[in-house]
């Protein structure tokens, strides 16, 4: 398994001052996901949970749903450096007989991210047809008392973190504020993709009573992942975006923002935040 962080060289200035010092630098590298052997994506990502990183990413791409869709995941002997030691940077997903291969480029199947301009209606109607999970239903409830305590928990959970100040972060809690897991990346969407992967291997999937909480902004993507995953409801430190909240209201999920301090902004689903 590679390193979780480096160290550098930086020159740390302010207006006293000039200071050679060494840095901790939170690693990215690339992972290469395969399925049966096939290449489907490169993402950039911080080493480690990779196994869990691999399933999340493939069943909030609506390619997995259970444990027994998945026969095995390995890293493969050929992703070796130039000194003949494994990188492990690719990963090979191998499918029951039973589960359809996904289509070459399974990122493109049925959403967006914020970049790509693609109209904003068609991406919602299109995670709602896909996804497996009724979030809607679910009649799950938290006290915004408990709610509010989450994101100091995940941030003393953020190990690497607390060390470079360069990761994102991503917990899953039961209604009642405890905190099953925490997982770090560089990309927020590979910490989300993280916590389903381990709730995949634990056989908790749908999230039918789970919080997901991340440490900074609720995108599309993001609100994309819970829905896919059957969480009814997603937390975000930061703002969301206009198009997590039109999914989020046609999901069903309730949408928490600005989960700071003592407040925060409910804007899908306020029956599920009780006083």
Same mark, same amino acid.
């Not at 039973?98 to 995670?127: E, H, L, M, Q």
């Given at each position: 398994?590679? @390193?979780?962080? +480096?160290?550098?060289?930086?020159?740390?200035?302010? &207006?006293?001052?000039?200071? =050679?010092? #060494?840095?901790? !630098?939170?690693?990215?590298?690339?992972?290469?996901?395969?399925?049966?052997?096939?290449?489907?994506?490169?993402?950039?990502?911080?080493?480690?949970?990779?196994?869990?990183?691999?399933?999340?990413?493939?069943?909030?791409?609506?390619?997995?749903?259970?444990?027994?869709?998945?026969?095995?995941?390995?890293?493969?002997?050929?992703?070796?450096?130039?000194?003949?030691?494994?990188?492990?940077?690719?990963?090979?997903?191998?499918?029951?007989?039973?589960?359809?291969?996904?289509?070459?480029?399974?990122?493109?199947?049925?959403?967006?991210?914020?970049?790509?301009?693609?109209?904003?209606?068609?991406?919602?109607?299109?995670?709602?047809?896909?996804? @497996?999970?009724? +979030?809607?239903?679910?009649?799950?409830?938290?006290? &915004?008392?408990?709610?509010? =305590?989450? #994101?100091?928990? !995940?941030?003393?959970?953020?190990?690497?973190?607390?060390?470079?100040?360069?990761?994102?972060?991503?917990?899953?809690?039961?209604?009642?504020?405890?905190?099953?897991?925490?997982?770090?990346?560089?990309?927020?969407?590979?910490?989300?993709?993280?916590?389903?992967?381990?709730?995949?291997?634990?056989?908790?999937?749908?999230?039918?009573?789970?919080?997901?909480?991340?440490?900074?902004?609720?995108?599309?993507?993001?609100?994309?992942?819970?829905?896919?995953?059957?969480?009814?409801?997603?937390?975000?430190?930061?703002?969301?975006?206009?198009?997590?909240?039109?999914?989020?209201?046609?999901?069903?999920?309730?949408?928490?923002?600005?989960?700071?301090?003592?407040?925060?902004?409910?804007?899908?689903?306020?029956?599920?935040?009780?006083?």
């Amino acid at each position: 398994m590679g @390193r979780v962080t +480096t160290r550098c060289r930086a020159q740390h200035l302010t &207006a006293e001052s000039a200071i =050679a010092r #060494p840095e901790t !630098l939170a690693v990215e590298e690339p992972m290469e996901i395969r399925v049966n052997g096939r290449p489907i994506t490169v993402t950039m990502r911080t080493p480690g949970s990779d196994i869990e990183l691999a399933q999340g990413f493939l069943l909030t791409e609506g390619v997995i749903t259970r444990r027994d869709d998945v026969l095995a995941v390995r890293y493969c002997r050929g992703s070796a450096g130039p000194d003949g030691a494994n990188t492990y940077n690719v990963l090979d997903v191998t499918l029951a007989g039973d589960v359809p291969p996904p289509a070459v480029d399974i990122t493109r199947n049925f959403y967006t991210t914020s970049s790509c301009g693609v109209c904003g209606k068609a991406s919602i109607d299109a995670v709602r047809l896909v996804s @497996r999970y009724s +979030t809607a239903d679910q009649t799950v409830e938290v006290a &915004a008392s408990t709610l509010t =305590a989450m #994101p100091d928990r !995940l941030r003393s959970a953020q190990k690497v973190f607390s060390r470079t100040g360069g990761l994102h972060g991503a917990a899953l809690f039961d209604p009642d504020g405890t905190m099953l897991v925490v997982r770090e990346d560089i990309g927020r969407h590979n910490a989300v993709d993280k916590v389903i992967g381990w709730a995949f291997e634990n056989d908790r999937i749908p999230l039918s009573r789970a919080v997901l909480l991340v440490s900074g902004r609720a995108s599309f993507e993001l609100t994309q992942k819970c829905a896919m995953a059957g969480a009814p409801i997603l937390a975000a430190v930061s703002a969301p975006s206009s198009l997590a909240v039109e999914l989020a209201v046609q999901s069903g999920i309730t949408l928490v923002a600005f989960l700071r301090g003592d407040s925060m902004n409910v804007y899908s689903r306020p029956d599920r935040v009780t006083q």
